[in-house]
Each structure stands twice: as C-alpha cells, then as structure tokens.
C-alpha cells in the first residue's frame, strides 16, 4: 500500500549507519573490536592468545607449496598433450 513520504521518512530514520567501536590493543596499539583479540598482533587482554605471525608464515608455506603442485601438474599435463 503506498503511503505518505512521512512515513517512510519515519521508517528510514533508523537506517543510518553508526561508526562502530573500537578499543586500542593493549600490546601493539592497533584499533580492534572489543572483547575480541587484535588481529595484527593475537593478543587478547594483554596476553597472546594466536600466534598470528607464525599462522601466516604456514599459510604462505601451504600456498607456495599448492602452486608449486598446480605448476607440476601443469606442466605434466603439457607434455602429455604434446605427446598426442
Ligand atoms: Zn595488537
């Protein structure tokens, strides 16, 4: 049903976005969420909960070593075809 532009004024009145808030990292100083652990350090409430460095060092070693396996097979692949 349409209605008046009051009253959709009236309901867009909440549908502004609010900053949301932020603590400041008790280790490294970075801004994170509150009550969650800061995600450029790990640490929550001034102790290290995620050893992020590390995290990310394996995650880069998994990736490097999935594109080195997609290469080889790739590679395979080629030479198969080459054969035909
Ligand atoms: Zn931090």
Known sequence: MRHTRG??????????LKTPTLSVCQNCGAKH????????CGHYNGKMV???KA???????R???KREA???????QGQTEEAK
């Open 50 to 52: 995620v050893d992020v």
């Open 63 to 65: 990736l490097a070593a």
């Open 33 to 40: 969420r509150p009550h969650h652990m800061c995600l450029d």
């Open 70 to 76: 997609m290469k080889s097979m790739g590679e395979a």
């Open 7 to 16: 009253h959709t004024a009236n309901r867009r009145s909440h549908h502004a």
């Open 55 to 61: 995290k990310k060092e394996a995650r880069e070693a």
